[in-house]
């Protein structure tokens, strides 16, 4: 067997076992023209050649059966691929990356789509950093292109190595439980299919398939927080502590996200409990049955309303949370909170209220 094997059987283990992929789908696929992107191209490309070729043979065969593309593909095999790529206009080598994968699709039949985004000026305009703001550029396309080509997913190229670097930014950052978890495998309409592999292996497949990716040279610089964890602190680790330290980290990865899938369904049947009234508009809880909870689960209850009102709980920081809670303890009337210019809080009635607040 080739060892590139090694690695498609892996990524077909990972699309299995969360359920990435199902019969039907159209899939973006997000390809920057690096070793991640375009090992994920490949396999992709590959997958749906070997599976049209069975169902052809099947047909031909006079198999009235269930096909061997109709087993695939409920196992994970997309019914249509089409490429979407971000020039970001910051390197000098941005266009022949572009080109580089506008051949490839042209080459293999695959429908591409690319555009050019000055990020460094978005960032400028948005007061953001640069990765942040070539981050929502790339995703902001990746659903236009998901909505033109009427797909219905996105696959973004992230490995294991990607995932262990993001948590420990998480940990230097300070973050909660839930940042032990790293990048999830799904999200939404989201999907990671080589979360489960290792860079290496990423770049021994492009290697024995001779893909010759483009190479990012600003990722050997260590100007930001990520190339310096990459580049410095887990070699470093790994020489001085733990060779192993990616799987390590991984492992406990799984144990938080198993814990966390465990709580978030408790935090839903509380919520439930609590729940006297939910519109577009406004959330109404119940305070004394609030007030029973356990703190834990009181924070989580927060986020998850905040959550379902806006649709992400991101700029709750801890200090709103104790604010929150510390005016649900005290149960004083016609006070009220506003964390955020969106959002406002306030207790009436032995209730608690969460209001869109523009």
Not at 160 to 180: A, C, P, Q, W
Not at 259 to 270: A, D, L, N, P, T
Request: positive net charge; proline residues 3%; aromatic residues 8%.
């Amino acid at each position: 067997m080739r060892k590139s094997n090694n690695l498609e059987n892996k990524i077909k283990g990972t699309i299995e076992k969360y359920d990435l992929i199902g019969d039907g789908d159209k899939i973006v696929l997000g390809v920057s023209g690096g070793p991640d992107s375009i090992c994920m191209l490949d396999f992709f490309n590959n997958l749906m050649k070997e599976s049209k070729k069975e169902n052809i043979e099947t047909k031909e065969n006079g198999n009235k059966g269930v096909s061997p593309w109709q087993k695939i593909a409920k196992r994970g095999v997309p019914l249509a691929i089409v490429v979407a790529h971000v020039n970001h206009m910051i390197r000098e080598e941005a266009s022949d990356d572009e080109e580089y994968v506008r051949n490839y699709c042209e080459k293999n039949g695959i429908e591409f789509y690319s555009k050019s985004i000055d990020v460094k000026s978005l960032a400028n305009n948005n007061k953001i950093g640069t990765e942040e703001a070539g981050r929502k550029a790339r995703y902001d396309f990746f659903d236009e292109v998901m909505k033109k080509t009427n797909s219905n997913k996105v696959a973004i190229a992230h490995n294991k190595n990607d995932k262990i670097e993001t948590i420990i930014m998480h940990v230097f950052r300070g973050s909660g439980i839930n940042g032990l978890i790293g990048i999830e495998p799904k999200r939404d309409i989201y999907i990671r299919p080589l979360i489960e592999c290792e860079r290496y292996e990423i770049e021994r497949y492009c290697e024995e398939k001779n893909l010759n990716p483009r190479i990012d040279k600003t990722n050997f610089e260590n100007i930001y927080t990520r190339n310096k964890i990459r580049n410095v602190a887990i070699p470093y680790i790994q020489k001085e502590f733990n060779p192993n330290i990616i799987q390590t980290i991984d492992r406990l990865s799984t144990l938080v996200s198993e814990e966390e899938e465990y709580m978030q369904h408790q935090v839903e049947g509380s919520y439930k409990n609590i729940l006297i009234e939910e519109n577009g508009k406004e959330i109404v809880l119940d305070l004394k049955k609030f007030n029973n909870e356990e703190k834990v689960i009181k924070s989580r209850i927060i986020r998850y309303t905040i959550t379902r009102l806006f649709g992400s709980s991101n700029k709750i920081e801890l200090i709103h949370i104790e604010d929150i809670l510390k005016l649900c303890s005290r149960n004083i009337g016609n006070k009220y909170l506003t964390p955020n210019k969106n959002i406002k809080i306030f207790i009436k009635n032995k209730k608690i209220f969460f209001m869109v607040n523009y």
